[in-house]
């Protein structure tokens, strides 16, 4: 489950043409601190995340190495293939059991620090992996490998639930998806990064590669320094901690402007018709029939998006271009073009979102990883009789990498945040989080015997799976671009078998009565000539 650009400068220049794409189609939503949030925020955190995914593929070799001298020079011989094999691949899929953990401790932790402070205070977990990984060679331990790729994975998992929810909540409902992008595009840029540091010419060599793992620290030092000087997320400030000043200030800060009295209104009109602000729990929200449809939704997005098939291609490129041909030495500089290629797609995607909307990039990008999968299981099933066939399976991988960016690889954490009033975003991440990361650890573990067993046909496997996802969505997904939380959950309405007013009594019915008692306060108030109190 489990991507930014190349090292810092070249991060910010992928998101250029996305910022001035808002202010062209005439909006002044994008302002500067926003831009700063974001960055700062995603560069932290899904940044890592996605430098993590494609770090261990250029030094597995030396890494397997460094394996097997530990076990001969503790135990006095080798260890034999299947035992390597074996910690090889709970070393790369274990990475998805920290990111479980930290899926699950993520709802009570930004309840109680805030968004922005658990952002912050994750960094913990990534220095402390960076350092347990770094030093593993030197102490000649590859137990503190696996430590630190179980710590790094709780960081990505709090993360990948915090920052899409922190970018949701301080973002206008115009620019919401392309601001949501942003987790994705830095997911991208990490894999590239990842890829880059990994060349024989940087830290590619054997002597080298626990700088790979130390660099991570540099990337949470810049969130560490940036975000401080950032608000927290105006509603969460203004729904939670009903902090108004804050919420306004921050506000301000982030809509770059100073009558923000419609914003606040808004979000305050939006609590009063929802009626409770109160967290649920993953139960509550279970058995709550006005969601139903929306969290079937976000769990086979979700699922999807790790069961794709993508991550196998991550965590086995390097092997799979071998299987298709290409020389060993020049693997990792064609293995660079398939985190550039996903980097550029998803920032088209992030361009497009608000002009072509989330429902068509989302089916239509898993309806073409069909047919590229489907090609790439004929070329690799040919390639020994046809000489050009192995360039063929690397433009499969490089379009299936593309259609996977242009769509999959982002909106299902805007749509997660985009169902879900504020009393159950933080649950409907753990949800997410949760399918998202056993997912990721089922295609991390079991891949290379799928592989085995399979042979050239193993991405036929994949390939329903997007199938599947595609015929799901285009049947019940509705567009969500531009819309309101309540007009989404109207699109909802009809096939949860509710009405909205109705829907609304379903969330909470315990706070019916308190609710309706205060709605007669305020009305015998303003009966009495007193002036109704707000922000307006």
Not at 13 to 36: C, F, M, Q, T, Y
Not at 155 to 184: C, F, N, W
Not at 349 to 361: C, K, N, Y
Request: positive net charge.
């Amino acid at each position: 489950m489990e991507r930014a650009a190349g090292p810092g400068p070249p991060a910010a220049a992928n998101l250029v043409p996305l910022l001035e794409a808002g202010r062209k189609a005439g909006r002044s939503d994008w302002s500067g601190s926003l831009i700063a949030a974001s960055l700062a925020g995603a560069f932290g955190s899904s940044f890592l995340y996605g430098y993590n995914l494609s770090v261990v593929n250029a030094p597995a070799v030396y890494i397997k190495k460094f394996y097997n001298e530990t076990w001969q020079r503790r135990y006095g011989f080798s260890m034999d293939e299947s035992t390597l094999t074996l910690l090889w691949s709970i070393t790369v899929s274990i990475f998805a059991i920290g990111g479980l953990v930290g899926a699950i401790i993520a709802t009570p932790i930004v309840k109680f620090f805030g968004r922005k402070r658990t952002l912050l205070l994750n960094n913990v977990f990534a220095v402390v992996a960076a350092l347990l990984m770094s030093l593993s060679s030197l102490a000649g331990s590859f137990e503190m490998l696996i430590l630190g790729r179980v710590i790094m994975g709780v960081d990505a998992g709090i993360s990948l639930s915090a920052l899409p929810m922190y970018l949701s909540e301080i973002s206008p409902k115009e620019i919401r998806g392309s601001l949501g992008q942003v987790t994705a595009i830095f997911i991208c840029i990490g894999v590239f990064t990842g890829q880059v540091l990994g060349l024989p010419e940087i830290f590619g060599k054997e002597s080298q590669w626990p700088f790979l793992f130390g660099m991570i620290i540099v990337p949470s030092l810049i969130q560490v320094v940036v975000l401080p000087f950032l608000p927290e997320s105006p509603r969460y400030l203004l729904l939670e901690k009903q902090d108004t000043n804050k919420a306004e200030k921050a506000f301000q800060t982030f809509l770059g402007k100073d009558d923000v009295s419609h914003e606040v209104e808004e979000v305050l009109s939006e609590n009063r018709v929802q009626r409770n602000t109160q967290l649920v729990s993953i139960l509550q929200l279970l058995r709550t029939r006005a969601v139903r449809w929306q969290v079937c939704t976000v769990v086979v997005t979700m699922g999807c998006y790790q069961l794709c098939g993508l991550n196998a291609i991550w965590y086995y490129t390097n092997s799979i271009f071998s299987e298709a041909g290409i020389n060993r030495d020049t693997i990792p500089y064609v293995t660079l073009s398939t985190g550039a290629v996903e980097t550029v797609a998803s920032v088209f995607s992030g361009l497009v979102i608000e002009r072509l909307g989330r429902r068509p990039l989302l089916i239509g990008g898993f309806g073409l990883m069909v047919v590229f999968f489907a090609v790439l299981t004929v070329s690799l099933t040919l390639q020994n009789n046809v000489h050009w066939l192995p360039y063929l399976s690397i433009f499969c991988i490089l379009a299936i990498i593309a259609s996977f960016c242009i769509g999959p690889g982002g909106i299902p954490f805007v749509l997660t945040g985009e169902f879900f009033q504020q009393s159950q975003r933080p649950a409907a991440f753990m949800i997410a989080g949760t399918v998202n990361w056993l997912s990721n650890f089922a295609v991390g573990l079991l891949f290379p015997f799928i592989q085995s067993g399979l042979q050239t046909y193993c991405f036929l496997v994949f390939a329903a799976i997007c199938s599947a996802g595609a015929i799901y969505l285009f049947f019940v997904l509705p567009e969500t671009k531009n819309k309101t939380l309540n007009e989404i959950s109207l699109a909802f309405a009809k096939r949860n078998k509710v009405s909205l007013e109705m829907q609304e009594m379903n969330h909470y019915p315990e706070k019916r009565k308190s609710s309706a008692g205060q709605d007669s306060n305020s009305t015998s108030s303003e009966g009495k000539g007193e002036p109704k109190r707000g922000i307006v």
